[in-house]
């Protein structure tokens, strides 16, 4: 793939300098399917593609997230920064690139809203302090109650970094 896909970025009408971007593969990226990054002091961009994303969604699909990524390279050569602002968003239907890229993994956990009233529920893939730590200031991003972390495989529930680190230790190589 790190060879098609530059070929590939090569006919995309995008005025793109593309022999001046490096391309990585990422082998444990999980929610995006690819990166554009730019370095401010050497005005490298480089642009990591996700393995998994691209065995989901096969070649074709593909091909509208290098699109994505090449809308991002094309804003940092031309204007040194880039966003999803009105510019991006521009440039990504005039050459039929998607927004977002669609979920190719399953999230490992969830937080849920526990009023029993909000249906708010956020898909996460790796652990973080939202996680670890749900009582520490978090709240429901709908209705700013409390929300509890659910391990999808097993169903365990925590609202604590106590019951977080329990649930660890009780579920072992299953985490």
Not at 46 to 51: D, E, K, N, V, Y
Not at 113 to 124: A, V
Request: hydrophobic share 30%; charged share 30%.
């Amino acid at each position: 793939m790190l060879e098609r896909a530059p070929e590939y970025a090569r006919t995309v009408d995008l005025d793109v300098d593309v022999p001046l971007i490096d391309w990585k593969l990422s082998e444990r990226a999980k929610r995006c399917a690819g990166c554009c990054e730019y370095n401010h002091l050497t005005e490298q961009i480089t642009i990591t593609l996700a393995w998994a994303a691209y065995e989901e969604y096969g070649w074709a699909e593909f091909t509208g997230t290098i699109r994505h990524e090449l809308v991002h390279a094309w804003e940092f050569q031309h204007f040194g920064e880039s966003t999803h602002g009105t510019r991006f968003l521009q440039k990504v239907r005039e050459i039929d690139a998607p927004r977002y890229c669609r979920p190719f993994t399953e999230a490992r956990l969830q937080l849920v809203c526990t009023n029993e009233d909000c249906d708010w529920h956020l898909d996460r893939h790796r652990v973080s302090k939202s996680v670890t730590h749900p009582d520490d200031g978090y709240r429901c991003g709908r209705c700013e109650s409390h929300y509890a972390v659910r391990h999808i495989d097993s169903g365990a529930c925590w609202q604590t970094n106590d019951e977080y680190e329990r649930v660890r230790e009780w579920l072992g190589k299953d985490w």
